[in-house]
């Protein structure tokens, strides 16, 4: 299964912009790139996914290197809320594979 | 409300007993999966299924047991063959079974196990 590397932490302002990396170098040409994220003792929630293009959605926007190579997740406009582990997941056949991902701590 | 309900939130046993976790969808979707957490980690995959009577071992199926009788319905027994069970285990549900490169996967809130 192809891997995704992800800082394991990152710390941002309430009310600023957050841009979290992920790189997959090894990623295939039918792979999608998808961002899941878990709050504290709850089940991981949906964020957004993408093949090629950059994508957005009303949670957060996502931007794919033109080599596929590595992505980034665009949370514009920080809360407290989006305080969480953010997984970056390449979508094979039949699975997803969770990695460590980055845990995202904002502050007020 | 649609979504995915697994009970119990806290479930405590003994060494030695097998222990079955619920878990049901009222999504209609046809693939449900089975993870497991452990404290500071991803989720790895234990078992999942595409569709009724029809199940697949994950990376880490050894020592659980599962099985899909219903749509909505999918459990996962530990037994006691599994050797570091205390973790966090998580459901989820996703609308088709051909393929997860773009389906949206639904979790459950998890059941926190604790063997003592």
């Known amino acids: 299964d192809a891997k995704t590397t992800q800082p394991n932490s990152m710390e941002s302002n309430e009310e600023e912009p957050v841009h979290l990396p992920c790189n997959h170098s090894t990623i295939s040409g039918t792979d999608y790139i998808h961002w899941y994220r878990q709050l504290p003792s709850q089940g991981p929630e949906y964020v957004i996914h993408g093949l090629t293009s950059n994508v957005n959605n009303r949670m957060a926007s996502l931007a794919i290197a033109e080599d596929r190579k590595s992505s980034t997740l665009i949370l514009h406009r920080a809360t407290l809320r989006d305080a969480a582990v953010y997984y970056c997941?390449?979508?094979?056949?039949?699975?997803?594979?969770f990695g460590q991902g980055t845990r995202l701590t904002i502050n007020p | 409300d649609g979504g995915i309900t697994q009970s119990p939130k806290y479930l405590f046993r003994k060494e030695g007993q097998n222990v079955t976790l619920s878990c049901e969808q009222n999504?209609?979707?046809?693939?449900m999966y089975w993870y497991r957490q452990d404290p500071g980690q991803g989720l790895r995959l234990i078992y999942y299924?595409?569709?009724?009577?029809?199940?697949q071992k994950g990376d880490i199926a050894e020592g659980y047991s599962v099985s899909r009788e219903k749509k909505e319905s999918f459990p996962l027994t530990v037994t006691s063959a599994q050797k570091n069970p205390t973790a966090f285990y998580l459901c989820?549900?996703?609308?088709?079974?051909?393929?997860?490169?773009?389906?949206?996967?639904?979790f459950g809130p998890g059941t926190r196990l604790t063997v003592l």
């Open positions: 997941i390449l979508a094979g056949a039949q699975k997803l594979v």
């Open positions: 989820a549900s996703s609308l088709t079974s051909g393929t997860a490169r773009t389906d949206t996967q639904y």
């Open positions: 299924s595409q569709i009724v009577n029809d199940f």
């Open positions: 999504l209609n979707h046809d693939a």
